[in-house]
């Protein structure tokens, strides 16, 4: 299976690269933070409970995210690969995907990082905000992401870095951004 991690932080491009990734290699995409959207707007317990922590710019719990991460896993068994966009997000969440997968006889290929200045992607998300009516892209907010993702998120890198699977990737637009994602993802296959 072709199993991808998208890692970058908030405002790098996850979202967007996913999409373009997913038509071209006919991966099954898994945003753990549309998931959590999808169920504030549903009103649901897991939303109620989702919206304290999103709304703050804080994380989930592991065992949360992950027990989702689990249900999703099993209900996709006949597929080419995942792409996982906005998980892990901490240590204990990547070392449980590992488990996980390894329990399927597969395992995470490659952790595309997408590497973005801080001030642009503060200038993106602040934009989002604009549009995106989410209750995360505001200078406040955008901030304790940033913190969060400093010290409990990129902690990854050299997690992914030591078992030779970090791929950094930089690039100017979208198009750019993309055309190394296929580069890298062509030699691989
Ligand atoms: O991935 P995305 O940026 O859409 O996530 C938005 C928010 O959802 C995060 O800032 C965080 O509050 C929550 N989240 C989380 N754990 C994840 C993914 C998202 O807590 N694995
Ligand atoms: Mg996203």
């Known amino acids: 299976m072709l199993?991808?991690?998208i890692f970058g932080a908030p405002g790098s491009g996850k979202g967007t690269q996913s999409e373009l990734i997913i038509r071209k290699y006919e991966l099954k995409h898994i945003s753990t933070g549309d998931i959590l959207r999808k169920e504030i707007e549903k009103h649901s317990e897991l939303g109620l409970l989702a919206d304290k922590y999103i709304s703050k710019g804080e994380?989930?719990?592991d065992e949360l995210i992950v027990g989702?991460?689990?249900t999703i896993l099993d209900e996709n068994k006949k597929i080419k690969g995942f792409i996982f966009d906005g998980f892990p997000r901490t240590l204990k969440q990547g070392e449980a995907l590992d488990?996980?997968?390894r329990e399927k006889d597969t395992s995470v290929v490659a952790v595309l990082n997408l590497s973005v200045e801080e001030n642009e992607l503060i200038q993106r998300?602040?934009?989002r905000g604009e549009i995106s009516g989410r209750s995360d892209d505001n200078m406040e907010t955008i901030q304790s992401r940033l913190d969060v993702y400093r010290n409990q998120t990129e902690p990854l890198k050299e997690y992914y870095k030591k078992q030779g699977k970090l791929i950094t990737?930089?690039?100017d637009t979208i198009e750019d951004?993309?055309?190394k994602?296929?580069?890298t993802l062509d030699r691989m296959l």
């Open 59 to 61: 994380l989930v719990p």
């Open 3 to 5: 199993n991808i991690v």
């Open 169 to 171: 990737i930089k690039g």
């Open 181 to 183: 994602i296929t580069d």
């Open 177 to 179: 951004v993309f055309e």
């Open 68 to 70: 989702i991460l689990g």
């Open 99 to 101: 488990k996980m997968l």
């Open 125 to 127: 998300l602040l934009k």
